[in-house]
């Protein structure tokens, strides 16, 4: 019998501000990263695109630089934040030998996404899903489906199960 020879795998993780992305991390070091592997974990934050470039907004009022230096902190800040959440599961799962990079962009997720998958060559992209009705997928879009149907690598979309205790009213 051969031997079995380890592959370097990359494990592609979006990360953003709500339950379910943190919930597709977990589930994901629980179940696809392995022992044998030499995985790589790159976990993604995209942060948006400055809603305003100039200091001068569509009414004409001028922003001065302190209220764009504000507004820059804050969604640095919040990054940094996800970030060192997702990195505290992946040490709290206590495997030493997964490597874990960190990628933060900035622009719209769908686009950003699909671009990083492409440029770190992954071998599998995972990824949350708010579990947004037919209405909401309809005019907000759905970042999940726009990278499945996108990316060249495959694409793990993993749902947060229901509570089942919100359904009998206890925690």
């Known amino acids: 019998m051969a031997d079995v020879v380890a592959k370097d795998r990359k494990i592609l993780v979006a990360v953003d ?25 790159f976990l993604l934050y995209v942060r948006s695109a400055q809603a305003f ?3 001068l907004d569509g009414t004409g009022y001028l922003f001065s630089s302190d209220v764009l230096a504000t507004v820059d902190k804050y969604s640095n800040d919040v990054a940094n934040c996800i970030i060192e959440k997702a990195k505290r599961m992946c040490r709290e799962k206590g495997d030493d030998e997964v490597k874990v990079e960190v990628i933060i962009e900035s622009g719209d997720p769908r686009d950003v996404i699909c671009r990083v998958a492409e440029n770190i060559n992954a071998d599998v992209l995972v990824m949350g899903s708010h579990g947004y ?18 990316v060249k690598c495959p694409v793990l979309i993993v749902k947060k199960p229901k509570s089942s205790s919100s359904a009998t009213g206890t925690k």
């Open 53 to 55: 470039h100039s200091s």
């Open 133 to 150: 009705g037919l209405i909401q997928r309809a005019f907000l879009g759905s970042v999940s489906n726009h990278c499945a149907q996108n």
């Open 17 to 41: 501000e709500g339950e379910e992305s943190m919930y597709a991390l977990s589930w994901c070091l629980k179940n696809i990263i392995s022992q044998c592997c030499n995985d790589t974990l």
